[in-house]
């Protein structure tokens, strides 16, 4: 008799939770075990980016979209400034094995650029059912073991899995900072041309972005709103980016947990809010803002990553649909006086925003650049634009317009 496509024979990977729970599939991409959070995302595309932005450092992510890697991998479409360091997810776990590539753009099967980065995957698993139980009882802490051969000590793995402290307390953002300075003039991603650069001359604005982990399409919407930007590690000085003589300073996503960073994140932000300079932070560099002006920081109970996240604008009532990857929060109640909350979360409720009132310093908690994604968050880009442009004494753009 055949063997039903949902048995599988002899498991290559494992998923052991930290509660002693054991998954089997299908191993794909590297080989070993890994200690990391599981977490799921619900966008139904960009798998790439997902796996590539750096704030999924000490995390598994689970899609819930089954069929991932179809469309293959290029080399435009990675998130991480320096993919030769390989900052990102550390391991996947697919509902379908992969199939072979089917795009013009691609140049590499997803398997084994999976085994070239390191990253660790698990296919053939009810990603539905584990899905179900992240929602029930929160992102677990686990272990995801690959070994082609299928010999796995079950009982050591869980014991790793158990021990693992997880992503409370952690600061992976010093992991994921750029080593060094360096310059961004890559303009976006356009169909049928691929990214230009912006020219020396053209560069009106100069934005210091200090690189906690740092997105690429962050980098490139600057660059099409004619900043060219300087990068900089997550530990430079205050007085070190001044320095620099910017027009508008920039604080990066980035991974683990932001009150982990305190320490050297939150004299510098608040000796960068005191300088009077446009201040745009997101995601992690949304909530070292917040941690600066005096306001707390929470683990959430499965956090936010998809790409289809309703979010309501309370500077103009619009409701945005954003992407979003994030698993600690700014606790609204937290937020002192001259702190506005700006943007929520209308799936929970939760702080997606927030802005210094009297200030040009502002931040939303979701990814505004997200690339491929919602591009209803662009104007935040805009937005912050047209607090350097004010300084400046220049007319404001129009939020709303395209870039
Ligand atoms: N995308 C991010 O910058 C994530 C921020 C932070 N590491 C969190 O999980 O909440």
Same mark, same amino acid.
């Given at each position: 008799?055949?063997?039903?496509?949902?048995?599988?024979?002899?498991?290559?990977?494992?998923?052991?939770?930290?509660?002693?729970?054991?998954?089997?599939?299908?191993?794909?991409?590297?080989?070993?075990?890994?200690?990391?959070?599981?977490?799921?995302?619900?966008?139904?595309?960009?798998?790439?980016?997902?796996?590539?932005?750096?704030?999924?450092?000490?995390?598994?992510?689970?899609?819930?979209?089954?069929?991932?890697? !179809?469309? +293959? *991998?290029?080399?435009?479409?990675?998130? #991480?400034?320096?993919?030769?360091?390989?900052?990102?997810?550390? @391991? /996947?776990?697919?509902?379908?094995?992969?199939?072979?590539?089917?795009?013009?753009?691609?140049?590499?099967?997803?398997?084994?650029?999976?085994?070239?980065?390191?990253?660790?995957?698990?296919?053939?698993?009810?990603?539905?059912?584990?899905?179900?139980?992240?929602?029930?009882?929160?992102?677990?802490?686990?272990?995801?073991?690959?070994?082609?051969?299928?010999?796995?000590?079950?009982?050591?793995?869980?014991?790793?899995?158990?021990?693992?402290?997880?992503?409370?307390?952690?600061?992976?953002?010093?992991?994921?900072?750029?080593?060094?300075?360096?310059?961004?003039?890559?303009?976006?991603?356009?169909? !049928?041309? +691929? *990214?230009?650069?912006?020219?020396?001359? #053209?560069?009106?604005?100069?934005?210091?972005?200090?690189?906690? @982990? /740092?997105?690429?399409?962050?980098?490139?919407?600057?660059?099409?709103?004619?900043?060219?930007?300087?990068?900089?590690?997550?530990?430079?000085?205050?007085?070190?980016?001044?320095?620099?003589?910017?027009?508008?300073?920039?604080?990066?996503?980035?991974?683990?947990?932001?009150?982990?960073?305190?320490?050297?994140?939150?004299?510098?932000?608040?000796?960068?809010?005191?300088?009077?300079?446009?201040?745009?932070?997101?995601?992690?560099?949304?909530?070292?803002?917040?941690?600066?002006?005096?306001?707390?920081?929470?683990?959430?109970?499965?956090?936010?990553?998809?790409?289809?996240?309703?979010?309501?604008?309370?500077?103009?009532?619009?409701?945005?649909?954003?992407?979003?990857?994030?698993?600690?929060?700014?606790?609204?109640?937290?937020?002192?006086?001259?702190?506005?909350?700006?943007?929520?979360?209308?799936?929970?409720?939760?702080?997606?925003?927030?802005?210094?009132?009297?200030?040009?310093?502002?931040?939303?908690?979701?990814?505004?650049?997200?690339?491929?994604?919602?591009?209803?968050?662009?104007?935040?880009?805009?937005?912050?634009?047209?607090?350097?442009?004010?300084?400046?004494?220049?007319?404001?753009?129009?939020?709303?317009?395209?870039?």
């Amino acid at each position: 008799m055949a063997t039903a496509p949902w048995t599988i024979e002899k498991p290559t990977a494992l998923l052991v939770l930290a509660d002693g729970t054991v998954i089997e599939g299908k191993g794909i991409g590297a080989t070993g075990h890994v200690q990391a959070e599981v977490v799921f995302n619900t966008a139904l595309t960009g798998y790439e980016e997902i796996l590539t932005d750096p704030s999924y450092l000490g995390q598994i992510v689970t899609f819930t979209f089954p069929h991932i890697g !179809n469309v +293959g *991998t290029n080399e435009e479409d990675i998130e #991480d400034l320096t993919p030769a360091a390989r900052k990102g997810a550390v @391991g /996947v776990i697919f509902k379908a094995d992969i199939t072979d590539p089917s795009s013009y753009r691609a140049v590499k099967h997803l398997d084994q650029w999976l085994k070239a980065r390191g990253v660790i995957g698990l296919c053939g698993v009810d990603t539905r059912a584990l899905t179900a139980w992240i929602r029930e009882n929160g992102a677990p802490n686990a272990v995801i073991a690959h070994d082609p051969s299928g010999t796995f000590d079950v009982e050591a793995l869980k014991k790793d899995a158990k021990a693992w402290s997880g992503l409370l307390d952690l600061d992976l953002a010093i992991e994921a900072t750029s080593g060094q300075s360096s310059r961004w003039n890559e303009r976006p991603w356009v169909w !049928n041309e +691929g *990214t230009s650069a912006l020219g020396e001359n #053209d560069a009106r604005y100069h934005i210091v972005a200090v690189d906690y @982990g /740092v997105k690429r399409n962050i980098l490139r919407l600057f660059a099409g709103l004619d900043c060219r930007v300087t990068i900089v590690p997550a530990k430079t000085s205050a007085e070190d980016i001044l320095a620099l003589n910017p027009d508008g300073i920039f604080l990066s996503n980035g991974p683990g947990d932001p009150a982990a960073t305190g320490e050297y994140s939150v004299p510098v932000i608040r000796k960068l809010i005191d300088s009077g300079l446009p201040l745009f932070g997101i995601c992690l560099g949304h909530q070292m803002l917040a941690l600066a002006l005096g306001a707390q920081t929470e683990k959430m109970h499965q956090g936010h990553h998809g790409a289809n996240h309703p979010v309501k604008d309370y500077t103009t009532g619009k409701v945005e649909i954003v992407s979003m990857n994030h698993g600690f929060a700014v606790a609204s109640k937290s937020l002192p006086e001259g702190v506005e909350e700006t943007h929520v979360s209308l799936f929970d409720g939760t702080n997606c925003g927030i802005r210094v009132v009297g200030k040009p310093v502002f931040s939303v908690q979701h990814h505004p650049e997200a690339s491929p994604g919602p591009q209803d968050s662009h104007y935040l880009f805009r937005r912050f634009i047209n607090l350097v442009r004010e300084r400046k004494g220049e007319p404001a753009l129009d939020e709303r317009s395209a870039a």
